[in-house]
């Protein structure tokens, strides 16, 4: 079955860091894209950030270039997202989800991230 | 960029069919879209793929009573015989230039 968990979410002041982790099983991790979406509680969801199989390739969201990074260890069956810079409006849950094939077919249960002093 | 249309909001009786529109920007009219469901405080869950042609390809587990279609720029999601469950946030997805893209949701009311 296929799995995918984050971790790392928490409260962190205005300007601060913070690395979550996505822990996946159940299929050939190093097979496929992975990617970071984000939800504003009672909002929609938004794309953040995507790597491709090899973790040769990343994209991101215009609104956390330059901020947040994309990686991956395929060894480990895990991608990270390390956020610095963060604002008030990077508060949201964090998913991360896979695509198998041409869109998203896999979510994990989210991670909630908390910008505050 | 492609941009996703979707109505803010729908509802249907239980027990009957609601047939929810997902529609394509201008120059984007052939892109595959996926559907996802989100309840009431869980995460999104993937319903299906629905390709220009009309063709659709569901998740494991999704009930037959989900189905798919396509007109044009537009891609349907079709919910038969609505139950209590089927009461949630429904988001269209689509990709272009290694970038994804979300419509803004349909919360969908089951009366």
């Known amino acids: 079955e296929v799995q995918v968990v984050e971790s790392g979410g928490g409260l962190v002041q205005p300007g601060g860091s913070l690395r979550l982790s996505c822990a996946a099983s159940?299929?050939?991790?190093?097979?496929?894209?992975m990617n970071w979406v984000r939800q504003v509680p009672g909002k929609g969801l938004v794309w953040v950030s995507r790597?491709?199989?090899?973790?040769?390739?990343?994209t991101y969201a215009d609104s956390v270039k330059g901020r947040f990074t994309i990686s991956r260890d395929n060894a480990k069956n895990t991608v990270y997202l390390q956020m610095n810079s963060l604002r008030a409006e990077d508060t949201a849950v964090y998913y991360c989800?896979?695509?198998?094939?041409?869109?998203?077919?896999?979510w994990g249960q989210g991670t909630l991230v908390t910008v505050s002093s | 960029q492609p941009v996703l249309t979707q109505s803010s909001s729908a509802s249907a009786s239980l027990g009957s069919s609601v047939k929810l529109t997902c529609t394509l920007s201008s120059g984007h009219s052939s892109y595959i879209i996926a559907w996802h469901q989100q309840q009431p405080g869980k995460a999104p869950r993937y319903l299906m793929k629905v390709e220009g042609s009309g063709s659709y390809n569901k998740g494991r587990g999704v009930p037959d009573r989900f189905s798919g279609s396509s007109s044009g720029a537009d891609r349907y999601l079709t919910i038969s015989n609505l139950q209590s469950e089927d009461e949630a946030d429904y988001y269209c997805e689509t990709w272009d230039s290694n970038s994804g893209v979300f419509g803004g949701g349909t919360k969908l009311t089951v009366l």
């Open positions: 159940g299929f050939t991790f190093s097979t496929y894209w």
């Open positions: 989800a896979m695509i198998v094939s041409r869109t998203i077919d896999y």
């Open positions: 790597i491709n199989s090899d973790g040769t390739s990343t």
